[in-house]
Structures are given as C-alpha cells and as structure tokens.
C-alpha cells in the first residue's frame, strides 16, 4: 500500500484546511468537497474530506487539546481570501480555526505562567494581548517584540521574558503532538 501523505506535516495541513477555501455562496458540503489549494495527495471530493476526517480523528484521540491545538495553529492558513466587493474589505478574512486555536493557546499560556510562579513573588505582569501576539508570533505572524513592548507600553525585557515563557510552552507541546501524530500516521500507513 503506497502512503497517501509525504510526511505528517502533510497529512496535519491537508485535513485542517480542508474546505477552507471560502467559496462565497457555496454550500458548506460543496466547500468540504473541494481539497485545499496546494494540496498533493491526489485526494478529491468526498475522499479528501473522509480523509482529512480520519486525520482529525487520530489528532483528537491521540493527544490533548493544548498539543492539538498546536498542530492546528502551525498547519491552519492565517487568513482566508475574501471577494465580497464591500469598500472595507481588505480581501481577506481571519481563519476562525486557526484564530480560537491561538485563543485557546493564550489561555493555556496564561495557566502556565501562573503555575510556574514562586509563592510569594509577584511574577511578569499578565497582559491577554502580548500573549496572544507572542503566540502568534510563534505560529508565524510577524510581530516584533520591540514595536509589541511599545505599543503595550512595557519593556522589551518584559515582552522578553513573557516570550520566554510561551516559547517553552508551546515547544514542548508541539514536539509531543507531532511524535504522537507521526507514529498514528505511521502505525495506519498514511505516511512513509
């Protein structure tokens, strides 16, 4: 049986942007039907959309939802395209999934930096909007620490040291769920 997928980054980004193409005025079933731009496992129709559903299974069966969170937060597109004609349309439009995946990895990141604070010491000041930046950062999004620290009018050792703290975060929950997602990938001959 010759593998559907090259690697499992492959497989990851080829369910979680199955359908995300945002064909205005199509119906949700039509949007599945199609596979995503770029993608190059053959599959089409509604055996892409089975596929990509066997895929997301095994992520959310394998591991928790910080490390499955994660995989869709490196593999989701940012933004969709958008033709709605509206003068303020950019163009584009936010990616909903992967947009509540950086969500949810903000919360997890503020949980984090509570639990590894020292009782009885004041810890790095919380603020909602480095997080979610810096987690994006992560992801891919261009933010500079300095125009960050700036724009949230702190230091940059602050954004510094709160980026230290996400970056290990989200390191090491990545690494788990990419071992976890290879080896069920493996073990169901999705991938070589």
Same mark, same amino acid.
């Given at each position: 049986?010759?593998?559907?997928?090259?690697?499992?980054?492959?497989?990851?980004?080829?369910?979680?942007?199955?359908?995300?193409?945002?064909?205005?005025?199509?119906?949700?079933?039509?949007?599945?039907?199609?596979?995503?731009?770029?993608?190059?496992?053959?599959?089409?129709?509604?055996?892409?959309?089975?596929?990509?559903?066997?895929?997301?299974?095994?992520?959310?069966?394998?591991?928790?939802?910080?490390?499955?969170?994660?995989?869709?937060?490196?593999?989701?597109?940012?933004?969709?395209?958008?033709?709605?004609?509206?003068?303020?349309?950019?163009?584009?439009?936010? *990616?909903?999934?992967?947009?509540?995946?950086?969500?949810?990895?903000?919360?997890?990141?503020?949980?984090?930096?509570?639990?590894?604070?020292?009782?009885?010491?004041?810890?790095?000041?919380? *603020?909602?909007?480095? =997080?979610?930046?810096?987690?994006?950062?992560?992801?891919?999004?261009?933010?500079?620490?300095?125009?960050?620290?700036?724009?949230?009018?702190?230091?940059?050792?602050?954004?510094?040291?709160? *980026?230290?703290?996400?970056?290990?975060?989200?390191?090491?929950?990545?690494?788990?769920?990419?071992?976890?997602?290879?080896?069920?990938? =493996?073990?169901?001959?999705?991938?070589?």
């Amino acid at each position: 049986m010759t593998p559907l997928f090259k690697s499992a980054h492959a497989a990851v980004k080829f369910a979680v942007n199955c359908g995300n193409e945002s064909h205005i005025g199509r119906s949700t079933v039509s949007k599945l039907a199609d596979p995503p731009k770029g993608a190059d496992t053959g599959l089409v129709g509604l055996d892409g959309v089975g596929q990509a559903a066997m895929v997301l299974s095994m992520i959310r069966s394998s591991m928790d939802r910080r490390q499955e969170a994660c995989l869709v937060a490196r593999c989701s597109v940012h933004k969709l395209s958008c033709s709605c004609g509206a003068a303020c349309c950019s163009r584009s439009r936010p *990616n909903w999934t992967w947009f509540e995946a950086i969500n949810f990895l903000s919360m997890e990141a503020k949980l984090a930096i509570e639990e590894d604070r020292k009782p009885g010491t004041r810890g790095i000041q919380d *603020n909602p909007a480095i =997080r979610q930046a810096l987690i994006a950062k992560y992801f891919g999004e261009r933010v500079r620490i300095s125009e960050l620290a700036k724009a949230c009018d702190i230091t940059d050792s602050t954004v510094t040291n709160h *980026n230290s703290k996400i970056t290990k975060m989200l390191k090491k929950s990545e690494g788990e769920a990419w071992s976890l997602i290879e080896e069920r990938l =493996r073990d169901a001959f999705l991938i070589f």
